[in-house]
């Protein structure tokens, strides 16, 4: 089974500074992993897709890579500002699926 | 175009009662899922249906719940007798085909009391 950790749970940044999320995961078989991003009390808001043949994959500020082999994936988002608090989630469906697994989230705050 | 919606957006309900869950997933998409998020936690697996047939139900906790799509589009969560536990956000996601982007729904809050 495929088990998703994201650490840290929680972050505080002041505007500006550039963030990194971090994303493990334990099996390498994956058919492509997905960060989103929910705002409390809302649903969940895709960010970017990588499919397994993909290293990163970059959209306006955000750039998420992958490396199958050692099983990570990282969100950079830069120059942070105060809209993009929220919490940040990775989710990776196996090549063998079609589900969705989970982290627990990483909770970004930013201070203005 | 119009997302994933779901309603009701909450729905509180007294313990042994039974509630339906509706999403109405982005029109063309066949692939549906519904997921259930606790708080503090990442969301879990409940079903995926491909089409009008479930797929893959092994997500679902218990035979308290079932879901249907008669008509491959509206989707309906039941949950029958609710408990307590049953208390979550449910989600609702949609895709065109089963390895695309997940599209999901704002999520419908259950409150068992």
């Known amino acids: 089974k495929q088990e998703v950790t994201q650490i840290p749970a929680a972050l505080s940044v002041p505007e500006g500074e550039n963030l990194v999320l971090n994303c493990s995961f334990t099996?390498?078989?994956?058919?492509?992993l997905q960060w989103f991003r929910q705002d409390p009390g809302k649903g969940l808001t895709s960010l970017l897709l990588?499919?397994?043949?993909?290293r990163e994959q970059t959209s306006g500020r955000l750039n998420a890579s992958l490396d199958k082999s050692s099983g990570r994936s990282t969100l950079y988002i830069a120059a942070s500002q105060p809209g993009d608090s929220a919490t940040y989630l990775c989710?990776?469906?196996?090549?063998?699926?079609?589900?969705?697994?989970f982290g627990a989230g990483t909770t970004v705050t930013v201070r203005a | 175009g119009a997302g994933v919606s779901q309603t009701p957006s909450n729905k509180v309900t007294e313990k042994g009662k039974y509630v339906e869950l509706r999403c109405d997933p982005i029109?063309?998409?066949?692939?549906l899922y519904w997921y259930r998020q606790s708080l503090g936690q990442g969301p879990e697996f409940l079903i995926y249906?491909?089409?009008?047939?479930?797929?893959?139900d092994s997500g679902l906790p218990n035979d308290r719940f079932f879901a249907v799509r008669p008509e491959g589009s509206v989707s309906t969560l039941k949950i029958q007798r609710t408990e307590r536990g049953d208390s979550a956000v449910y989600l609702c996601?949609?895709?065109?085909?089963?390895?695309?982007?997940?599209?999901f729904g704002p999520g419908t809050r259950l409150t068992v009391t």
């Open positions: 996601a949609s895709s065109f085909s089963q390895g695309g982007l997940k599209y």
């Open positions: 099996d390498s078989a994956i058919y492509n």
């Open positions: 990588i499919q397994s043949s993909q």
């Open positions: 989710a990776l469906q196996s090549s063998n699926d079609y589900k969705l697994s």
């Open positions: 029109s063309g998409h066949t692939a």
């Open positions: 249906f491909q089409g009008t047939g479930a797929a893959d």
